[in-house]
Structures are given as C-alpha cells and as structure tokens.
C-alpha cells in the first residue's frame, strides 16, 4: 500500500479525534503542498473529502526519519494547548485535534485542517495591514494573559531566562566562523541582566513563529477575519512575552513592500518612525496596559528574541545557520536605534 493511501486510512480511522462529532467521508484524496525543500523539513499534505473537495486535515511527513523532533514537539504543544486552554472560546483559532501515526516507520502527524488561505497575501498595505492587527493582536494579547504567571527577575530567572540564553547563544554562533557578533551587540547582551534585574512581569507561552504565513484566514464580512493559528512546532509553554509580539512585527514587516530585501524592510517599517512603528508600539504599550510587562523592560528584553530565533537556525533539523547573518544585524541595528537600550 502506498502511504498516500495509507495515510488517508489513517485519518479515516481517527475521524473522531479530528471531528468528534459526524461520519468520516467515505473517500478521501491526498495532495501534497508546495513547502519548504530542505532535506530536513517536513513534507505536508493535505487531505480533501473526495466528494466535497474540501479539506479535512493536514499531515506532516519527515523527509528525513532522524530529523522528527519538529513533529514531536508540535504534537506535544497540541496536546498541552488542549489540557491547559481546551475551554476557552479562543482556543477555537488552535487545531489541537489530532494525532501521531507511525506510517511506514516514520511517524506522521496528523492534524485537523484549517479553512482559508494563508493571511501572507493580504499584508500589503497600510490599510489593510491597520485592519488585520486589530482582529489579530487582541486574540494574542488575550492568549498571552490567559498562559501569564507573575515572576521577579531575580537571580535565578535571570540566569535561567536571560543569561543562560545568551551564553547559549554566544556557544553555538562561536561554532560557525563565518558569524560575527559586533561588539555592540555583545557587549549589551553582557550588561542586559543588569539593566532588568528585579523587574516584574508575566511569563507566557509563546507560539514562538506567530506570523502571517502561519495564519490561515477566512472573511467573515467585509471588516472582520476569522482565522486558525497554525504550525506550533516552536510554542514553549512559559517564556518572556517578547517572543509572538516582535515575531509578529519584524517577520511581517517584509510583506509590506516586496521591492525592499529583509534588511531594507526591518529598517524602514521597524526602526523609523512612521505608521508600522506606531503600530508596534501601541500593541507594546497595551501589553503594559494589561499588567503583561512594563514597555520599557520589553524594549530592553527584545534582543533576546532575535538571539533566540538565531538559536532555532541553528538546530540540525532545520539547519539555516546562512541566515544568522540577518538576524544579528538585525538585533545590533535596533540596540543602536532605540535610546532605551543604552541606557
């Protein structure tokens, strides 16, 4: 049997998981989905009611069987996002139903589809960019409160939140001599546990690649979305809340002008001022507003996010570390940008 067939015996099998409720089609068709092809990533596919052309679910098949933690970790997010916020009414924007099946000897994750088309094409313009940020953030801001639990940064979250990280950082980049990191940058990562030091603030769980790419949207009418949030291979049930929310910000800010390359767009739409960073900071400040984290510590905290994102490149299943580059320019461009972090 082929595991195209066998795969959607599988759904069929597990329908209840995905739709507790209602019958399984009678045929199911599978298609693979043009995504990433690095040798590591994960083949997806979706999976249609034969009948309907619909789809009913979404599988992600490693291309390589020593590269599975990707799927290992999305499914344990699913099953902890369902245990810890299956009856809040948001939760209905998280495809949690689902299941892990050995096919052929390689586990295959199976999913619950989401309806719509990825929210990537619609960020292209100010307009357009104003009215998705203000069905979009709320739920983020709500998911994030709902995941929060107050802490100090003393000694011991310092060093497991912030100097630990760090030093990891500065380790792993060291093991790639074509990465540098200027001395700005590493000497403020050095001083940051002193400029945060006793501040309080929230933890939260963090989607950890909460962009456009990995929204999937409908129109409900001509002023609002609904939308799924998809691919929680990164998520971490308890972080600094900096992560989702500059995630959201800098990936996205790409989408705004396909002429500019991802520096040119960081640099224009993040760093001047202008309607995107009034965007940004307005969604920060909310964050204060809603006793998540002071902006000021945000602000400082932020660095730690693009270190963090240079951290997941480097990971063998995902093995991007050309990339680093960027992300290194980018956090040393916004420490000499923003006052804040010279302090």
């Given at each position: 049997?082929s595991?195209?067939?066998?795969?959607?015996?599988?759904v069929?099998?597990?329908?209840?998981?995905?739709?507790?409720s209602?019958d399984?089609?009678?045929?199911?068709?599978?298609?693979?989905?043009?995504?990433?092809?690095?040798n590591n990533?994960?083949?997806?596919?979706?999976i249609y009611d034969?009948?309907?052309?619909?789809?009913?679910?979404?599988?992600k098949i490693?291309r390589?069987?020593?590269y599975t933690i990707?799927?290992e970790r999305?499914?344990?997010?699913?099953?902890?996002?369902?245990?810890?916020l299956?009856q809040?009414?948001?939760?209905?924007?998280?495809p949690?139903?689902?299941?892990?099946e050995l096919?052929?000897?390689?586990p295959?994750?199976v999913?619950r589809?989401?309806?719509?088309?990825?929210l990537?094409?619609?960020?292209?313009?100010?307009?357009?960019e104003?009215?998705?940020?203000?069905?979009?953030l709320?739920?983020l801001?709500e998911?994030h409160?709902?995941?929060?639990?107050?802490?100090?940064?003393?000694?011991e979250?310092?060093?497991?939140?912030?100097?630990?990280?760090v030093q990891?950082?500065?380790?792993?980049?060291?093991k790639h001599?074509e990465?540098?990191v200027?001395d700005s940058?590493?000497?403020?990562?050095?001083?940051?546990p002193?400029?945060?030091?006793?501040?309080?603030l929230?933890?939260?769980?963090?989607?950890?690649d909460f962009?456009?790419?990995?929204?999937?949207v409908?129109?409900?009418?001509?002023?609002?979305?609904?939308?799924?949030?998809?691919?929680?291979e990164d998520?971490?049930?308890?972080?600094?809340?900096?992560?989702d929310?500059?995630?959201?910000?800098?990936?996205n800010?790409k989408?705004?002008d396909?002429?500019?390359?991802?520096?040119q767009a960081?640099?224009k739409?993040?760093?001047?001022?202008?309607?995107?960073?009034?965007?940004?900071i307005?969604?920060?400040?909310?964050?204060?507003?809603?006793?998540?984290i002071?902006?000021?510590?945000l602000?400082?905290?932020?660095?730690l996010?693009m270190?963090?994102?240079?951290?997941?490149l480097?990971?063998?299943?995902r093995?991007q570390h050309h990339?680093?580059?960027?992300w290194i320019?980018?956090?040393?461009a916004y420490?000499d940008?923003?006052p804040l972090f010279s302090?």
């Amino acid at each position: 049997m082929s595991i195209d067939r066998e795969i959607c015996d599988r759904v069929q099998a597990g329908w209840k998981t995905l739709y507790p409720s209602g019958d399984a089609p009678s045929e199911l068709c599978f298609m693979k989905v043009q995504g990433k092809t690095s040798n590591n990533a994960a083949v997806i596919a979706m999976i249609y009611d034969a009948s309907t052309r619909h789809p009913v679910a979404v599988t992600k098949i490693p291309r390589n069987p020593e590269y599975t933690i990707g799927i290992e970790r999305e499914y344990a997010a699913m099953q902890h996002l369902d245990a810890n916020l299956g009856q809040w009414d948001g939760a209905q924007r998280i495809p949690f139903q689902g299941f892990i099946e050995l096919i052929s000897g390689v586990p295959v994750l199976v999913q619950r589809a989401a309806n719509g088309y990825a929210l990537v094409r619609d960020m292209v313009s100010q307009e357009k960019e104003e009215r998705i940020y203000a069905d979009v953030l709320p739920w983020l801001l709500e998911f994030h409160t709902r995941t929060a639990t107050d802490i100090v940064l003393d000694d011991e979250h310092l060093q497991q939140l912030v100097r630990g990280p760090v030093q990891c950082f500065i380790d792993s980049v060291a093991k790639h001599p074509e990465v540098r990191v200027p001395d700005s940058l590493a000497n403020y990562l050095e001083r940051l546990p002193a400029l945060v030091k006793g501040a309080k603030l929230k933890l939260c769980a963090q989607h950890g690649d909460f962009n456009a790419h990995n929204l999937v949207v409908r129109c409900k009418s001509t002023s609002t979305l609904d939308f799924t949030v998809i691919d929680w291979e990164d998520y971490r049930e308890s972080w600094l809340p900096v992560m989702d929310i500059n995630h959201f910000f800098i990936s996205n800010s790409k989408l705004l002008d396909m002429t500019l390359n991802a520096e040119q767009a960081f640099s224009k739409f993040i760093l001047q001022q202008g309607w995107y960073q009034d965007l940004y900071i307005n969604a920060v400040n909310k964050y204060q507003a809603a006793g998540i984290i002071d902006a000021d510590i945000l602000w400082k905290l932020s660095p730690l996010y693009m270190t963090e994102i240079c951290l997941s490149l480097m990971e063998p299943h995902r093995h991007q570390h050309h990339t680093l580059n960027v992300w290194i320019d980018r956090a040393t461009a916004y420490i000499d940008k923003f006052p804040l972090f010279s302090t």
